[in-house]
């Protein structure tokens, strides 16, 4: 399942023009993308009536505005409130690649509902002028961070129009307020056309290095019948799932850190992989093995969401429905073969928490099998399906659609799109606890199943292994 929320990570979009310096011509192009747009919409959007938006109008608009724009910057916008005008986070499109790769060099989440900064990049501008780990975000670029429109100003930053600086207020643990400009740091390279060429394959294996740390488990075994592993995707391959799941299965109890799984990071990767192995420009041995399961399995967080639940249950578990324009599936976890897993868990969640981890956290309370505790998820769970066509013009512009697919209820008849999953125990940490490196969630969890931490050990139990 694709969800498209997108973290301040270190994603290398341009800032300058991405195929042309001549307006005319990319007005064609921008034109000519709408238009695909637009009938992958009409052919494949997961609801019929696009939400009550007007299709044919808001294109007729969306034209109309393209004739008169004066940069490419403008022409990117339009088209993506062409597309905002759904409300629908997971409904966007990939611009045409450029030359400049831009690395703001810090990273920020949602706690509760404030924006913290939660990384920093010790050789980044934001850490020369003072930004620290716990400082919250209150204002970037003009915009007043909220939970709802968060991805809009990240898509806009991160993909859509990358800046080489960022201006921000931020509120320091202390209460200290102040406006501060973040340089970023830009890196001119060549134009990657998606080609099988020796700059786009180098481009693909540091892509693929970002996209293999984000797959790596974090595991703790270090108390005694208790076993904590942080589940950073779903996106595995079946036998690294199955082989943290045996080791798991050897305590009494689990705690399962779904906080940050929201499977972003590989759909980002995934969408370049794709644009470049349906114009089979990438040999087979330039993929692992992992990658190639998630992109040649049709629903593969979902199989590999019923996998991991059927180690919880000696039963078929109802997972929820899953509903595109023409089809209705059942979505259900059988019980493995091996045995499953009967002691106690717990479930961590954040507000990035989402796709087949959100559900999982759902099911486990559906079912009352585990207490999960943390903060709101992310509620962005919907299907989507990755849509990389042909330069459209022949001055080969490939861009990327993805667009939403399907509908999913949870068993209960109830949807988590947009409304997230309330946990049992709602913990949040404080700025002061960001700042310090402490993990009240964590301790708690660890409370909840016999085991005594403090915050500030149960914020050092990833980095002992």
Do not use: C
Not at 177 to 200: M, P, R
Not at 322 to 335: C, E, G, N
Request: net charge neutral.
């Amino acid at each position: 399942m694709k969800d498209f929320v997108l973290v301040l990570f270190l994603i290398f979009i341009s800032t300058g023009v991405s195929f042309s310096q001549d307006l005319k011509d990319e007005r064609i192009v921008h034109q000519s993308i709408l238009k695909v747009l637009k009938s992958e919409i009409e052919d494949n959007y997961f609801d019929q009536k696009f939400g009550g938006v007007n299709l044919a109008e808001n294109y007729k608009s969306a034209n109309d505005a393209l004739k008169n724009a004066t940069s490419s910057g403008q022409m990117k916008n339009i088209i993506s409130g062409f597309l905002y005008a759904f409300d629908d986070s997971h409904l966007f499109f990939l611009p045409p690649k450029s030359t400049v790769k831009v690395e703001y060099g810090w990273e920020m989440q949602f706690y509760g509902d404030k924006v913290f900064v939660t990384n920093v990049d010790e050789k980044s501008d934001a850490a020369k002028k003072g930004v620290r780990v716990g400082d919250q975000i209150y204002m970037i670029e003009g915009f007043i961070p909220t939970r709802k429109d968060f991805w809009k100003i990240k898509y806009q930053f991160e993909v859509l129009n990358p800046q080489p600086s960022l201006e921000v207020i931020l509120i320091k643990p202390n209460g200290n307020k102040f406006k501060v400009k973040l340089d970023a740091k830009l890196t001119e390279g060549k134009v990657l056309h998606y080609y099988h060429d020796f700059d786009s394959r180098n481009f693909l294996i540091e892509e693929q290095n970002i996209l293999s740390k984000q797959l790596k488990q974090s595991t703790s075994d270090e108390f005694q019948d208790l076993f904590v592993w942080k589940l950073s995707s779903f996106q595995l391959n079946p036998p690294a799932l199955d082989n943290v799941m045996d080791k798991a299965k050897k305590a009494k109890s689990l705690i399962l850190d779904l906080r940050g799984n929201d499977s972003f990071t590989e759909v980002y990767w995934t969408s370049i992989v794709r644009a470049n192995r349906e114009r089979n420009f990438i040999p087979l041995r330039n993929r692992g093995d992992a990658i190639d399961d998630m992109l040649n399995e049709d629903f593969g967080d979902l199989k590999m969401l019923e996998r991991m639940l059927g180690n919880f249950f000696d039963k078929e578990i109802e997972v929820g429905e899953w509903r595109s324009r023409k089809q209705t599936k059942q979505l259900v976890a059988k019980p493995r073969k091996e045995g499953f897993f009967g002691g106690k868990i717990v479930v961590l969640i954040d507000s990035e928490t989402g796709s087949a981890s959100e559900m999982f956290a759902r099911v486990m309370q559906l079912q009352k099998r585990g207490i999960v505790i943390g903060d709101q998820s992310s509620g962005m769970v919907m299907e989507t399906k990755f849509i990389a066509p042909r330069g459209v013009t022949d001055l080969n512009a490939p861009f990327a659609l993805n667009i939403t697919f399907a509908d999913i209820l949870m068993s209960d008849g109830n949807r988590l799109e947009k409304s997230g999953i309330i946990p049992d125990e709602k913990i949040i940490p404080t700025a002061a606890d960001l700042a310090a490196g402490r993990d009240p969630v964590m301790a708690r969890a660890a409370e909840l199943l016999g085991h005594k931490i403090t915050p500030e050990q149960a914020g050092k139990i990833y980095e002992k292994k």
